[in-house]
């Protein structure tokens, strides 16, 4: 079983292995100058935890009553929007990482780039993609019971 030491032990050893490469001119996936990838790496992911720690922060402590919490859930569902964008943006981040930082074909690219969609088209992108393209927005949903309480979301078309 992997742990979440194991988890941040390697993204830090990412992170550093970005870090130790040369400084120079490196490439985008579209051929364009970009940063350096350490940085880029540092930017994206910093983005993404700062989202995740104001998500978390959106939740009133000890609170697990549903009338509580639909009073602050447009404030949680702001927040996880903003999440959702920093998460699609840090996979558009890691193609572009894999483009300056190994040099791969234009084949071996795409289908890095495809895969790395796979991983994240679910958990962000869609999600995103509708919001931003089709006027949806985020709503919240949660089950309930005096034991125990799941909250989560769905995308929602307009309303009229």
Not at 74 to 98: F, G, Q, R, Y
Not at 126 to 131: A, E, K, T
Request: net charge positive; hydrophobic share 40%; charged share 20%.
């Amino acid at each position: 079983m992997v742990s979440r030491d194991d988890d941040l032990d390697q993204l830090l050893q990412l992170h550093a292995h970005l870090l130790a490469r040369p400084a120079g001119v490196y490439l985008d996936r579209y051929a364009q100058p970009c940063r350096h990838p350490g940085g880029l790496y540092s930017q994206s992911l910093g983005k993404v935890l700062t989202r995740m720690r104001a998500l978390t922060e959106t939740f009133p402590p000890g609170t697990r009553d549903p009338n509580t919490l639909n009073q602050s859930w447009p404030t949680v569902m702001a927040a996880l929007e903003t999440l959702l964008i920093a998460v699609d943006s840090h996979a558009d981040d890691l193609k572009n990482i894999v483009a300056a930082t190994v040099k791969p074909d234009k084949k071996a690219l795409r289908t890095l780039g495809d895969q790395i969609d796979g991983i994240f088209s679910e958990l962000a992108g869609r999600p995103v993609n509708r919001v931003k393209h089709n006027q949806e927005r985020f709503e919240c949903c949660y089950c309930y019971s005096p034991r125990f309480a799941v909250y989560g979301y769905f995308v929602a078309g307009i309303r009229f």
